[in-house]
């Protein structure tokens, strides 16, 4: 039975979750099986309980409980249900809600590197990316597009982030991910030891004189590879591309040098799938 509470104050501390804590706070790293995310429009929300993520409470526009939100409801069995119409919880959030509907779910717990990547061919490695529509868009990107896993430098920003989340459409719950290293000391150095451990031959997607195309036979002919790529701007540290077994490079007309790193992404997943 939804447990349906209309919204009448702002400073409601139930409400917090959805309106005055950070990413930081919600992710609470120190203990993170006490975290939690937000999951924002209806195909999202299904996605995560399709991937078994607990839900704990639910933000949305009065007019979508008997609309679009109501098996989403129904799914949810008793947790509060804050409704409100759009210009109250616009308000309340600070933003206009995608779609009428956030939902506030406890973080999964993460499996370890060693673990999604036993039966990996093909891993996505993000170092530095901070944009959290770059991660998510490469999120959607590695699920379409044969990857088997994406593995996170410390410094990545959270794939729960709830932007991140909303722009990869739910695929951050699809395609197993872990973070090579809590601190940042330990990448690359660690962090690139555990793949070399684990099998993988490293391509740094980078400009360099020694860059091989991202069409050469020899990266497709890999059994097992790690795909690396930097942040935005300044792309790979030059530490990294140094430790990596191949500098790869994403041949342009026109006179452009690089892509957008989401977009670039989209063009090595698809080249260096698995065959």
């Known amino acids: 039975m939804a447990n349906i509470i209309e919204v009448t104050e702002f400073n409601a501390p139930e409400l917090d979750v959805f309106a005055r804590l950070t990413e930081a706070q919600l992710r609470n790293r120190k203990e993170s099986e006490k975290g939690i995310f937000i999951a924002e429009s209806p195909k999202v929300i299904s996605v995560a309980l399709d991937a078994g993520c607990q839900p704990k409470a639910l933000l949305m526009e009065r007019k979508h409980i008997e609309g679009q939100a109501r098996e989403i409801i129904e799914r949810c069995g008793d947790i509060p249900v804050y409704t409100a119409d759009r210009e109250v919880l616009a308000g309340l959030t600070g933003y206009q809600l995608t779609r009428g509907i956030l939902c506030a779910m406890s973080r999964p717990?993460?499996?370890?590197?060693?673990?999604?990547?036993?039966?990996?061919?093909?891993?996505?490695?993000?170092?530095?990316?901070?944009?959290?529509?770059?991660?998510?868009?490469?999120?959607?990107?590695?699920?379409?597009l044969g990857m088997d896993a994406v593995l996170l430098s410390p410094t990545c920003c959270d794939p729960l982030n709830r932007r991140a989340v909303r722009v990869s459409m739910g695929t951050v719950f699809q395609i197993p991910w872990a973070r090579l290293g809590e601190e940042a000391?330990?990448?690359?150095?660690?962090?690139?030891?555990?793949?070399?451990?684990?099998?993988?031959?490293?391509?740094?997607?980078?400009?360099?004189?020694?860059?091989?195309?991202?069409?050469?036979?020899?990266?497709?002919?890999?059994?097992?590879l790690a795909i690396i790529l930097g942040t935005e701007g300044d792309g790979l540290g030059a530490e990294t591309i140094d430790a990596c077994d191949y500098t790869v490079l994403i041949p342009m007309a026109h006179?452009?040098?690089?892509?957008?790193?989401a977009a670039a992404s989209a063009v090595a997943f698809w080249q260096l799938r698995a065959r």
């Open 185 to 224: 000391s330990q990448w690359p150095g660690e962090g690139m030891a555990r793949l070399r451990d684990l099998g993988f031959k490293t391509a740094a997607m980078a400009l360099k004189e020694d860059s091989v195309s991202v069409e050469d036979p020899k990266l497709m002919a890999e059994e097992k």
């Open 109 to 144: 717990k993460q499996p370890t590197v060693e673990e999604i990547c036993a039966k990996a061919r093909r891993v996505a490695v993000l170092e530095g990316i901070v944009d959290t529509t770059n991660v998510g868009a490469i999120f959607r990107s590695a699920a379409a």
């Open 255 to 261: 006179g452009v040098d690089s892509l957008n790193v």
